[in-house]
């Protein structure tokens, strides 16, 4: 049986970082909530799972993946299983460990790339707190996203098994989401990415090298990936991106 | 050889759910900042190894805990170390990655939390983002709060093994770390925990049974905890608490 994916159909969101997961590894799934209402998807099939009082288990929020009777939750979870089970992360523990820890950090980077656009909070629109993103943005753009890419730089550069990958020898799931982290900068701050991917010469190239793995090429180039907007994590407002 | 502990020595921070996992397991352990700086501690031992460029691994931030020549780093990630091998976490798959998925879950409020009082970023004072800070805590106690305390008594309530633990039929690490969030919410909102608490008994339940468990009841009046400050993750600021 094919895994089912839960996640909002709109977006790319952090429901793309396991949809990156799922087309590398090349594995039959079901991206629930863009199948057709009729046919049991939209997104009231995942509102169904979420507010079903019998569900032992149930998720805090999407995305979050079935597989047989089982949900799991929370993207870096969903990732370290997928690793597991399908050869994307490595299989001793320090490895394994090692590829969760990085996939953390990742999604700690994500929350501060979200928060930039609604600081004050997911509840308010974004027109009513233009003024606080535009101060946030600027101390994320100066401050925090060259922290978290020169990080990645250095765990590139010093990564003993091979600098072209974040953890071991081969591509593992972290690779995939540092790709996205990548597409999505150049999406919502062209001029300041511009600038930054200069000093990160080896982040690009994995970007690069993912981008070129024939089935990433392949989705990619498919409907299944949902073009970037403003709905998503990663938007581009013109008057938060660096200055020319 | 004990494990050794790097965090920041002044507060509890994210540094705390480590401890109380190591503290509860029984474990020998260093808290190495908090060592005299003439014995190899201070927050120096700790900037050392982050600096450090021969580090193959580095970690991104504290907390890391350093076992033998192994470095691990973010907190999940450690606490699904300590959590398997030393019997604070189910044993088998389905169990190991539930409690994974809630100690996300709960990391995801943490941010939450944190960012009351630092919604425009980590790099200004609080007295700078005061008005904002206002704002964004007003949100949290009506919206976020509620949703997180909301879902994790459901998460009690439901758990087909149990109703006094999170996952499975015995403590695990997430229920160490949901007693911290809810004695961190007392100091910072005393005001809105009193009303939120009584929508929440099996939470406030769990918070009990965790502090009255002899390891951490001695811990907890030990001066190895660290009492809740204005510098930590959990601030009391009067003007951000519930009215009366």
Redesign the interface.
Known sequence: MPYELYYWPEIQGRGEFVRLALEEAGVEYVDVCRQPDGKGGGTAAMLRILQDET??????APPFLKTGD?L???T??IL??IGAHHDLAPSDE?GR??A??LQ??IA?FL?EIH?THH???S??YYEDQRE?AR??TA??LK??APK?LG?FE??LE???DGKEHL?GAGLSYPDLSLFQIVAGLRYAFPRAMARLEKQHPRIVALHQKVAERPRIAAYLASERRIPFNEFGIFRHYKELDAKR
């Open positions: 569900v032992a288990r149930p998720p805090f089982r799991i939750a929370q870096a979870n370290a299983f320090g460990l090692r969760n820890e953390l950090t700690d929350v928060d600081p004050i909070g509840g308010f606080e101060r946030r101390d994320f401050q925090r978290y990080y250095r765990v010093r990564n003993p953890v």
